[in-house]
């Protein structure tokens, strides 16, 4: 009783500048801002297509925009939060200055989402997510909603793992993102050629109007995130919450928040670190290994990895929620000799840090 609450960012969410796409079984805490949900979904190349075993999970699509008016609007209802709005410098510890201006120090609780990319540690591995993303309007009916395409690997893979996510909001209108996984990001006109192309090409619509753009890059590392820094307390991707694999982070997150909400109320404190799994790390690791180092192609993995297994069983492996029995059903659906070596290669490293006995791999 008596906190407060000071949120501070740069700019004022008042644009529709991203969407969070994840799949879920339950009805999540912001059910409420779900734009839409699919039931279906695909996964496909120029010779298969893949309609994925979903076992109860849904895809569902949060705009940016709603995301914010919901947050805020709540916000608005409670004295004991503020807003603030200005460039963050991080001071000494435990204070920050907003536009040269101390505006907290002393005891106050500092919880940090800015992700400040660091100097690369030593064996680890570094990819990046990156996407353009453009929600278009066609002039006539295109789009079958019944389902989404999470994965489209018909792209050219010079690059690396490339592929195409689609997602249908209606008949007329729809999300597609030109997605890659790769070490370097793209020059911003190759990202609309591989759009336009694809529309062209594989759908077959060429006349069509732009609503609205996105562009994001995703950090796809198994680095070690600081649990704390600038005498706060790091949440988010800054956290290490980005799924090392996948680049998922929304549901993460919101793990994270109530790991901090529950230690809060015990507490008064948030947790000293973010849980941590190691088993799961060690799996983010080969699999960053075998694509760092060209040993297979993003394509077949994943395409390989959905036709050989439910989608429902992926998506809790994806989760970090699976039981080692049910990990190495999956693990045994995949190229074993690549694997395998890739697997030993990194328990030797993890061994050589100390990393698997610090709490626990089967944690």
Same mark, same amino acid.
């Given at each position: ?135 278009? #309007? ?51 006109? #190759? ?50 919450? @980005? ?23 015990? @507490? ?96």
């Amino acid at each position: 009783m008596g906190k407060k609450i000071l949120l501070i960012d740069r700019d004022a969410k008042n644009k529709n500048d991203r969407t969070w796409c994840f799949w879920e079984k339950e009805d999540g805490f912001f059910e409420n801002v779900v734009r839409k949900r699919w039931n279906n979904l695909v996964v496909q190349d120029e010779k298969i297509r893949t309609d994925l075993d979903m076992g109860g999970y849904t895809y569902k699509m949060i705009r940016g925009l709603d995301f914010y008016f919901t947050c805020f609007s709540t916000f608005s209802l409670y004295p004991d939060i503020d807003v603030v709005y200005g460039d963050i410098d991080f001071a000494e510890s435990g204070s920050i200055k907003i536009d040269g201006e101390v505006l907290l120090q002393g005891n106050a609780i500092l919880f940090n989402s800015i992700h400040i990319a660091g100097e690369n540690q030593n064996g680890k591995y570094y990819l990046r997510q990156h996407f353009r993303g453009w929600v278009i #309007e066609t002039s006539q009916y295109q789009f079958d909603t019944s389902y989404g395409i999470l994965m489209d690997f018909s792209m050219d893979q010079h690059h690396g793992t490339t592929f195409v996510y689609l997602l249908p909001l209606a008949e007329h209108l729809g999300l597609v993102e030109y997605t890659l996984f790769t070490k370097n990001i793209l020059q911003p006109q #190759e990202y609309d050629e591989q759009l336009k192309k694809y529309l062209s090409q594989k759908l077959g619509i060429t006349d069509f109007k732009i609503i609205e753009k996105e562009f994001g890059v995703i950090p796809m590392t198994n680095a070690v995130f600081p649990a704390t820094q600038n005498g706060g307390f790091n949440i988010g991707t800054a956290g290490g919450q @980005t799924k090392p694999s996948t680049g998922y982070t929304f549901q993460f997150i919101q793990k994270q928040a109530t790991e901090i909400v529950d230690e809060l109320i015990k @507490t008064g404190k948030p947790p000293a670190h973010s849980k941590a799994n190691k088993r799961f790390h060690f799996y983010d690791s080969t699999l960053l290994h075998i694509l760092s180092d060209d040993i297979l192609s993003g394509k077949e993995i994943f395409t390989r990895l959905f036709q050989k297994n439910k989608a429902s069983a992926v998506f809790k492996f994806l989760d970090n929620e699976t039981s080692l029995r049910e990990d190495l059903q999956i693990i045994n659906s995949l190229p074993k000799k690549e694997f395998l070596s890739a697997g030993l290669k990194e328990i030797i490293k993890l061994l050589r840090t100390g990393f698997l006995f610090d709490r626990g791999f089967s944690k």
